[in-house]
């Protein structure tokens, strides 16, 4: 069963989407920083991030895991979404960059297509 772990600082957001992940069939665990998410023993198959966090944001999250795993699928989630922090995203290798509200089944889709090309590799 694939482990997914949602990164957002906003405790009703993390504990319904780990809710949501879950009742997918998928093993879900939730942190309140990126501070703690990486200081975490296990790895998670996939990353569901929020851009805009206190002190390690989305974007600073997204550098740090691609230093020491390049293949890990991170879906940055987010409610102040611009051009160019899509761009940047986009650029430092994110799986995905979905905008709040967000709509259930493209987050179950985005994380499930970032899953199989992992896989894959």
């Known amino acids: 069963m694939p482990y ?5 600082d906003e405790e009703p957001v993390r504990t ?8 997918a069939g998928l093993e879900a665990d939730g942190y309140a920083s990126g501070k703690e998410f990486l200081a975490a023993p296990r790895r998670p198959d996939c990353v569901v991030v929020d851009l805009h966090m206190p002190l390690l944001n989305g974007q600073a999250m997204l550098r740090q895991i691609r230093k020491v795993n390049t293949g890990l699928p991170v879906v940055i989630i987010t409610a102040h979404d611009t051009p160019e922090t899509r761009s ?6 994110a799986a995905a960059y979905l905008c709040k509200p967000l709509d259930e089944r493209l987050l179950l889709n985005a994380i499930s297509v970032a ?3 992992s ?3």
Do not use: M, Y
Not at 4 to 8: H, K, L
Not at 88 to 93: K, Q, T, V
């Open 4 to 8: 997914v772990v949602v990164v957002d």
């Open 16 to 23: 319904a989407l780990q809710r949501l992940l879950r009742a």
């Open 88 to 93: 940047e995203c986009s650029a430092a290798g």
């Open 115 to 117: 899953l199989s090309k």
């Open 119 to 121: 896989l894959r590799h």
